[in-house]
């Protein structure tokens, strides 16, 4: 069973920056897309960022030019660096990933953005 681990979510001031990470228990190699959604109270989860084997991303209008999706295949470890934070940024971050057709998602991690 693959698991995802989320961490380095906190509070940030506005205009802060923040790099949230997922752990993935096997590699991730072969894992597309890998991608971050989040969800913000009262609101749908939505697609922030996504991250193909090949190494093309795509990003939300939202978060274009502030936000930038990685992944490191040695370490097993996808990441989303986030920059210029604004308070609409605030949500629980989570992982995701699809492996043979089966989508695999972490517990989330909650990032808040806030003076």
């Known amino acids: 069973q693959v698991q995802l681990v989320e961490s380095g979510g906190g509070w940030v001031q506005p205009g802060g920056s923040l790099r949230v990470s997922c752990s993935v228990s096997?590699?991730?190699?072969?894992?597309?897309?890998m991608d971050w959604y989040r969800q913000a109270p009262g609101k749908q989860r939505e697609l922030v960022a996504g991250?193909?084997?090949?190494?093309?991303?795509n990003y939300a209008d939202s978060v274009k030019g502030r936000f930038t999706i990685s992944r490191d295949n040695a370490k097993n470890t996808l990441y989303l660096q986030m920059n210029s934070l604004i308070p609409e940024d605030t949500a629980v971050y989570y992982c995701?990933?699809?492996?043979?057709?089966?989508?695999?998602w972490g517990q989330g991690t909650q990032v808040t953005v806030s003076s």
């Open positions: 096997g590699s991730i190699t072969s894992m597309s897309p």
């Open positions: 995701h990933a699809r492996w043979f057709g089966v989508n695999h």
């Open positions: 991250i193909r084997s090949g190494g093309i991303t």
